[in-house]
């Protein structure tokens, strides 16, 4: 489902910037952007790259002390976020809030906080919105937005709950920027129930954004597989005035399909249609997306027939297939040894013009060779090529041992010198190169007759054993039926 993830993050709460713009004096006669602080270089070596304890690195921090300003606070941390490890950047805002005190201004509180959120530093977090807390400074809604977001993702809900509830104390007020950013939240680990409960008691703050909040709620109850409640939802919508639209079908139709996939594949193709038709009815015409959605589910039962022939009905349709279908319905087909098929529609879609993206080949031939058509993913190798995308080392990795551990050392050879030719850098060791290292694995005739007749006989087997169950059913009924 890699290629299918619907894109949630557009639906979520916009960034704010909640720092003031500084002036910065240009200089009269230069154009030559002033150079970082001599102080700021310091103080971002001793955090990056300083050696010893926390208790040192504070200790190196006292001899800045005359020089050390607010206005340092968070460019330090901005230059070290992605170098230094996040319990040396907080002793160093600890120290900073420590030195400064009133000082500091809540500003850089709220960017610590959210370094630390990204950075997924829940005691970091814990100790900073505490201390937050303690000196009644105040916490940006965008702050707000980002840590609660991290504590649903690391599975701490009800702390992100709790903050919720008490944002006062924060001086942080209920509007419609905190009440749909902690459903954001929420429902995208499909908390869609609690959701809706802070709905209910802060329906007067979302009436601007109640679009947004249907579409979130109804995300939450698709990554449970509800299709009951997100059907209700999608009623609830229409009730109040508010048309579903291709985002949300799509989204319904994505429960729908994976509910079916395991519970009622029989149902996949006949239901997924029907929601369709609604679309229509409703002036939403499905796209490429939404029959993807229906045809990664199939595949995922390999059921070969019907996406073959969702494949044609998008074409007749109208709905021009994009490379994501052609590669769900040729994977499938390699998967279920239909290889000329499955060239056929890769084929197919290069004559279409289309371009896929690498990952389309990447995966392509990892599947060949994982079935142990090598000759085929050589194949598919000499048409990503063609295309001319470039990044081709993943291929040669995954080719060159695959031919050396199948005993043809000359074609991996021959792979090998290629991609040196080509500039390309190799993962895989060139030690799969020597015959006396690699162990080569072919099966022989005899292997594959042994298979063969093993399938043979479990399937003799079975077919003894449900004939053998009709016969005691049949005389159950006639010992059953009335003299």
């Known amino acids: 489902m890699w290629l299918l993830k619907l894109n949630w ?26 150079g970082p602080s001599p102080v700021l270089q310091e103080l971002c070596n001793a955090i990056s ?8 690195l504070e200790a190196s921090f006292d001899r800045f002390d005359a020089s050390f300003t607010s206005s340092l606070v968070s460019q330090i941390i901005d230059s070290c976020k992605n170098e230094a490890p996040t319990r040396r950047i907080l002793r160093f805002f600890l120290w900073s809030s420590k030195k400064l005190k009133c000082k500091l201004e809540d500003d850089d509180f709220n960017y610590a906080i959210q370094v630390f959120a990204e950075k ?5 977090i814990d100790i900073l919105v505490s201390d937050l807390s303690n000196e009644g400074r105040e916490m940006k809604a965008q702050t707000f937005g980002i840590v ?9 809900e009800d702390d992100a709950l709790g903050l919720f509830k008490n944002l006062k104390k924060f001086k942080c007020s209920y509007d419609s920027i905190t009440v749909t950013a902690i459903v954001n939240a929420l429902c995208s680990k499909g908390h869609a129930r609690r959701a809706e409960g802070v709905v209910r008691h802060h329906k007067d703050k979302i009436l601007e954004v109640k679009p947004c909040i249907y579409r979130s709620i109804l995300y939450g109850w698709s990554e449970q597989k509800n299709v009951k409640e997100s059907r209700r939802i999608l009623r609830e919508m229409k009730s109040v005035g508010i048309m579903p639209d291709l985002f949300c079908y799509n989204t319904f139709l994505r429960c729908l399909c994976e509910k079916n996939l395991k519970s009622n594949p029989s149902g996949l193709v006949p239901e997924a249609l029907n929601v369709m038709m609604e679309m229509r009815s409703n002036r939403i015409t499905p796209t490429s997306i939404s029959y993807n959605i229906l045809l990664s589910c199939l595949g995922g039962t390999r059921r070969v027939k019907e996406s073959y022939r969702i494949l044609e009905l998008m074409k007749r349709s109208g709905c021009s297939p994009d490379w994501v279908s052609y590669y769900l319905v040729a994977r499938v087909l390699y ?8 060239n056929k529609i890769v084929d197919e879609m290069i004559g279409e013009g289309l371009v896929p ?3 389309f080949y990447y995966d392509l031939i990892g599947i060949l060779c994982g079935v142990e058509r090598v000759n085929y993913a050589l194949e598919m190798f000499e048409r990503m090529k063609r295309s001319s995308l470039g990044s081709y080392g993943p291929a040669y990795d995954v080719l060159i041992p695959k031919l050396c551990r199948s005993g043809d050392f000359e074609k991996g050879r021959e792979l090998w010198d290629e991609a040196n030719r080509m500039g390309v850098q190799l993962q895989c060791s060139s030690e799969v190169l020597d015959l006396s290292i690699t ?7 005899k292997d594959d007759e042994v298979c063969t007749m093993s399938r043979t006989l479990v399937q003799e087997v079975k077919a003894v054993a449900n004939g053998n169950k009709n016969k005691k059913n049949k005389n159950k009924r006639k010992s059953a039926a009335p003299s």
Request: hydrophobic fraction near 30%; proline fraction near 8%.
């Open 357 to 359: 993206d690498r990952k």
């Open 9 to 34: 993050k557009s639906f979520s709460l916009q960034s704010i910037n909640a720092q003031n713009p500084r002036c910065i004096p240009l200089a009269l006669f230069s154009t030559t952007p002033p």
């Open 49 to 56: 790259n300083g050696i010893g304890s926390l208790d040192d």
């Open 335 to 342: 998967l279920t040894g239909r290889f000329g098929k499955g």
């Open 439 to 445: 162990k080569v694995f072919k099966p022989t005739k």
């Open 120 to 124: 997924k530093d829940l005691k970091a």
């Open 148 to 156: 609660a977001e991290t504590l649903v993702n690391l599975g701490r």
